[in-house]
């Protein structure tokens, strides 16, 4: 069975701030990887995933097998990325979420 | 582009009636949709695999006769909850597959049973 964990329900950090949103996963084979961004009132929107090794809006994730982790990590947080940040993995056809980690930076 | 629509957004409905979501991929076509069900301050649980033309692949733990799913055609896929009661009020969230590994969601619909 795939499983993620994303041990933060809330992090709440200062503007201009490193951040690091903690993702580990549990999957038998060869895992897709993807974080999901919710800004308030909006619908869930894809902000990266592993295949690609993009950056988008500042953020980036890299994919640890060792550790099982695909942490996603940004060295300056701005206001606006204040959201609902959701690790997700592909496996057998369908995306299995974690449980969500709550953004707040703050002014 | 890459849009899915869902209909209605909220919907209220008594105990005992059955209340239908419609999912549409509004510029592409979706082979694939999923069905998803959100709880306040919780995580998505796939409900649902809905393919087109056949019948959709259910998670375990999800009642089939009670979570109605078809997949008509390759741009809408339509949520039948039956008989629903209350503790079906939730969030239900869709989202439709273009390709291989894009997935794109729709807003949401809250289905509140009183």
């Known amino acids: 069975a795939q499983r993620v964990t994303q041990p933060e329900k809330l992090l709440s950090v200062f503007k201009g701030a490193p951040v690091e949103l903690k993702c580990n996963y549990s999957y038998s084979g060869s895992p897709e990887l993807f974080w999901y961004v919710q800004y308030s009132r909006q619908r869930l929107q894809l902000l990266l995933r592993?295949?690609s090794r993009e950056s988008i809006k500042g953020f980036t994730a890299d994919l640890n097998k060792g550790e099982t982790s695909f942490h996603l990590k940004k060295p300056f947080a701005q206001e606006e990325d204040s959201a609902m940040y959701y690790c997700?993995?592909?496996?057998?056809?369908?995306?299995?979420f974690g449980t969500g980690t709550r953004l707040l930076v703050s002014p | 582009g890459a849009v899915v629509s869902q209909h209605p957004s909220w919907v209220i409905c008594k105990s005992g009636t059955s209340v239908k979501i419609e999912c549409r991929s509004l510029d592409f076509q979706a082979t694939t949709m999923f069905w998803y069900r959100q709880f306040p301050k919780q995580s998505l649980m796939l409900m649902a695999t809905s393919n087109e033309g056949s019948k959709a692949t259910y998670e375990q733990g999800v009642e089939k006769d009670k979570f109605l799913i078809n997949h008509a055609s390759l741009t809408l896929s339509t949520l039948t909850v039956t008989s629903a009661h209350p503790e079906d009020s939730s969030f239900y969230i869709c989202?439709?597959?273009?390709?291989?590994?894009?997935?794109?969601f729709g807003p949401g619909t809250r289905l509140t049973v009183t």
């Open positions: 989202s439709a597959r273009p390709g291989v590994y894009e997935q794109y």
């Open positions: 997700a993995l592909e496996g057998f056809q369908k995306l299995v």
């Open positions: 592993h295949i």
